[in-house]
């Protein structure tokens, strides 16, 4: 099993839509999690930063830990055709030194 | 952009031939990663490092090494390049354990 799980989509959206994109880990020991957005042929550039439970909002993105089920998502509002990327979520494993991902999930969003 | 460059940006080499990706940092991060993306596989480690002269094995290690004699450059070796070895290679640093993690712009490696 992976230590990090992620559905690869790819996930067509509308524009304005709600989006939810989601992780699930596999050792409860984890306590930092991350987003990051991938444009093709580009780098990945850090979303969202989050520590242990609860939720975190930056403008039209909201990051949301759920320890209990060991769940990770990303929500965006208002999503607009710009957001169309690879979005991978992210933790520490190997006593927080080694930065694993996720497969990263493919979103398109159409005008 | 946090201050990582990857070179070379683009290579095309040869079976069986040495090659060095080279990741160079100004934060003065003590982490820094090498990883390979691959369609289907996202984001897979290859060697991480904790400090100079400190490395450690990733999931895909296997015909890959890594160098680090000082705080600002991270070297990933391919001892003899394979066509499996056609990728994307990222570069990631981060300050601390745990912490926001940031990356290069990548080299896109082709073997022939």
């Known amino acids: 099993q992976k230590e990090v799980e992620q559905d690869p989509g790819p996930l067509s959206v509308p524009e304005g839509a709600i989006v939810s994109l989601n992780c699930t880990y596999s050792?409860?020991?984890?306590?930092?999690f991350m987003w990051y957005r991938q444009y093709s042929r580009k780098g990945p550039e850090l979303l969202m930063y989050t520590y242990s439970s609860g939720n975190k909002e930056d403008g039209r993105f909201t990051a949301q830990v759920d320890k209990s089920s060991k769940y990770i998502s990303l929500f965006i509002r208002d999503s607009q055709p710009s957001d169309s990327a690879t979005y991978l979520c992210a933790t520490y494993s190997g006593g927080y030194n080694k930065l694993i991902f996720g497969a990263g999930t493919r979103l398109a969003v159409h005008p | 952009d946090a201050g990582i460059t990857q070179s070379p940006r683009h290579k095309v080499t040869e079976t069986g031939t040495p090659v060095t990706l080279r990741c160079h940092q100004t934060e003065n991060h003590r982490y820094m990663y090498w990883y390979r993306q691959d369609p289907g596989h996202g984001l897979r480690l290859i060697h991480y490092s904790y400090g100079v002269k400190d490395t450690d094995k990733g999931e895909v290690s296997d015909g890959y090494s890594v160098s680090r004699s000082k705080t600002e450059d991270f070297l990933l070796t391919l001892e003899s390049a394979t066509s499996s070895q056609t990728s994307v290679y990222f570069c990631a640093i981060s300050d601390r354990q745990g912490t926001e993690a940031f990356f290069g712009q990548g080299t896109r490696l082709t073997v022939v």
């Open positions: 050792n409860s020991a984890f306590q930092y």
